[in-house]
């Protein structure tokens, strides 16, 4: 009795785990199609986003390597592919929920492709890749992204692993050099899209 009491408990609860998953929200690319973990995709802006085009890994402030996100200025460029990482059990990418961001490829000379903040443009925190080895002299934080609805697309908020006041959404900022960078911002966040990279069969 206690062995059948046991196992309809575990199964209840397996049933209602899956339950809640299921009816998640998922985050749509522009066809409509679910987010897969791990697949590539451009990050692009709205139509009524700010102009231009995706984002990459570039040189800003006094970076030596390509450690900075940032935003092309040309609408035809899509930028470079990035990856979603979650961990949960399910083949989607939920509409907010923390996960991992990385671009697909790491650019040479920086140690990971995986997305962060680093204090390097005056009190402003602003999104890199990599760790703090990758940002000598600045302070950096480690941490996990979400998307949420927003307009017509989506947003990218910032939340840290350490217990801080540093969190929120991810807007764009124009510095002195005309880089157009990415920045955790508690205005206007940066309205996005997501167009997933087509693999080319052999």
Do not use: C
């Amino acid at each position: 009795m206690k062995t059948s009491l046991l196992f309809l408990s575990f199964l209840l609860f397996a049933i209602t785990h899956q339950l809640s998953f299921a009816i998640r929200e998922p985050v749509l690319d522009i066809r409509g199609e679910p987010l897969r973990p791990y697949a590539e995709y451009y990050i692009m802006p709205t139509i009524f986003g700010p102009t231009g085009g995706g984002v990459f890994p570039g040189k800003a402030g006094n970076s030596t390597h390509p450690v900075n996100v940032l935003k092309s200025f040309f609408e035809v460029d899509l930028g470079k592919p990035v990856k979603f990482r979650y961990s949960a059990e399910i083949d989607f990418i939920p509409v907010d929920t923390y996960m991992n961001i990385e671009f697909a490829q790491t650019p040479e000379g920086v140690s990971s492709g995986n997305w962060m903040v680093v204090k390097d443009l005056g009190e402003a925190w602003t999104v890199g890749i990599g760790f703090s080895i990758d940002h000598k002299g600045y302070q950096t934080l480690e941490g996990v992204f979400k998307i949420n609805k927003h307009g017509l697309g989506y947003k990218l908020s910032f939340l840290p692993y350490v217990n801080g006041p540093m969190s929120g959404d991810i807007g764009t900022y124009i510095d002195d050099d005309r880089n157009w960078r990415l920045v955790v911002t508690d205005e206007q966040p940066y309205e996005v899209l997501f167009i997933k990279v087509e693999v080319e069969s052999s």
